[in-house]
T-cell receptor, first 112, second 114 residues
Framework: QKEVEQDPGPLSVPEGAIVSLNCTYSNSAFQYFMWYRQYSRKGPELLMYTYSSGNKEDGRFTAQVDKSSKYISLFIRDSQPSDSATYLC????????????FGTGTQLKVEL | KAGVTQTPRYLIKTRGQQVTLSCSPISGHRSVSWYQQTPGQGLQFLFEYFSETQRNKGNFPGRFSGRQFSNSRSEMNVSTLELGDSALYLC?????????????FGEGSRLTVL
């Protein structure tokens, strides 16, 4: 079993929908949680970064971390076709440096 | 400001050969990390370098190695290539080797092993 599990999708939604992306993890030592977005044939780019539990909002994006359930979520409001990409959750432990453990990614398609 | 630059972008090798991939980090960044991305396993951490020293290493065989130069540029080498080494190899840089996870990735080097 992988340390980080993520539904690969694909997930297809109409433009304007609210998208919910999720990851579960097994290592309770994870303290730093990130969401990356990866367009086809590009490298991942950081979308959201959260330390420990709680919510963080940035424009149309909201990241939630529930450490008691070992569950993290990314919500996208008013989704746009330009949001079509693969979304990767990632996490690391204190002292882990830049050694991140990634989920396998969820492919999202936002249709007109 | 220029992003992370990886060369070559695409390459094809045969089993048993070796390959060297290069990464130039964002100017001023001193930490470079390497990841392997495959459809089945996703992104997996290879190693991290900071100030020419390997700071962290993932669970890959010794055929995978890397180094960092004094100008922060990094190279990774894979010897005795196997079919399973076919993957996208991503390099990422940050200013420091911290815990933030805020990595800046290059576009990757896509390796195909025949």
């Amino acid at each position: 079993q992988k340390e980080v599990e993520q539904d690969p999708g694909p997930l297809s939604v109409p433009e304007g929908a609210i998208v919910s992306l999720n990851c579960t993890y097994s290592n309770s030592a994870f303290q730093y949680f990130m969401w990356y977005r990866q367009y086809s044939r590009k490298g991942p780019e950081l979308l959201m970064y959260t330390y420990s539990s709680g919510n963080k909002e940035d424009g149309r994006f909201t990241a939630q971390v529930d450490k008691s359930s070992k569950y993290i979520s990314l919500f996208i409001r008013d989704s746009q076709p330009s949001d079509s990409a693969t979304y990767l959750c990632a996490m690391t432990v204190t002292g882990g440096g830049n050694k991140l453990t990634f989920g396998t990614g969820t492919q999202l398609k936002v249709e007109l | 400001k220029a992003g992370v630059t990886q060369t070559p972008r695409y390459l094809i090798k045969t089993r048993g050969q070796q390959v060297t991939l290069s990464c130039s980090p964002i100017s001023g960044h001193r930490s470079v990390s390497w990841y392997q991305q495959t459809p089945g396993q996703g992104l997996q951490f290879l190693f991290e370098y900071f100030s020419e020293t390997q700071r962290n290493k993932g669970n890959f065989p010794g055929r995978f190695s890397g180094r960092q130069f004094s100008n922060s540029r990094s190279e990774m080498n894979v010897s005795t290539l196997e079919l399973g080494d076919s993957a996208l190899y991503l390099c990422a840089s940050t200013y420091l080797a911290g815990d933030t996870g805020e990595l800046f990735f290059g576009e990757g080097s896509r390796l195909t092993v025949l």
